[in-house]
């Protein structure tokens, strides 16, 4: 399995853009796209967990993770290939492993492996001081403090350097701007 999910190995700048549902992810890695002029990676898991209730009724199920993993890389190596200094991704394989845990109890091993080879230059977890916005999708406005501790975990835990994006829209992007393009001058 790893190998169906491994990064095009690129010089780009590789943003992940992670965190709780209904935190500003997608918001913000648009808005991010904008102000570098780049390509985003829409999260692959929102479109297929959204297929899936339209058309079946039925939730995201454990069988589900390999499609979605694969789904997330190939956008991901698709627009690299295409993009030049600065990639914004909305959500990773990390995402997936982190929901993996919360929904299932475990995560299958070879997709766990090919997260953490995943590299990004600039990882921001959003937080979850913004309103809660229900759709057919989200189903855990109670335990948002509990799935950041989540990330959290999974990142400290994997030595993986993040920044926690806080306060209104605009004061994330400019300080997810700041990073970014003070990482782009080292």
């Known amino acids: 399995m790893e190998k169906n999910l491994s990064q095009t190995n690129t010089s780009l700048h590789r943003v992940a ?5 209904s935190t500003g992810k997608t918001t913000l890695s648009q808005a991010l796209a904008a102000h570098f002029q780049t390509h985003w990676v829409p999260e692959y898991m929102r479109g297929y967990c959204q297929i899936l209730w339209d058309e079946l009724r039925q939730i ?7 499609p979605i993993a694969q789904g997330q ?17 909305d959500t990773c394989l990390w995402e997936l492993v982190v929901y993996a845990y ?59 350097a993040f920044t926690l994006l806080s306060g ?15 990482a782009l001058i080292k």
């Open 17 to 21: 853009v992670i965190g709780p549902e």
């Open 60 to 66: 995201c199920r454990q069988e589900d993770l390999l």
């Open 73 to 89: 890389i190939e956008s991901e190596n698709r627009l690299a290939q295409i993009t030049r200094d600065v990639l914004i991704c």
């Open 102 to 160: 919360l929904y299932f109890g475990e995560c299958p091993p070879d997709l766990e492996a090919a997260a953490l080879s995943s590299h990004y230059d600039t990882v921001l977890l959003t937080d979850i001081d913004v309103p809660w916005v229900a759709d057919d999708l989200r189903d855990k406005p109670q335990e948002r403090e509990k799935i950041l501790a989540l990330f959290q975990d999974f990142l400290k835990r994997n030595h993986i």
């Open 168 to 182: 209104s829209h605009e004061q994330r992007l400019q300080q997810a701007v700041d990073l970014i393009e003070n």
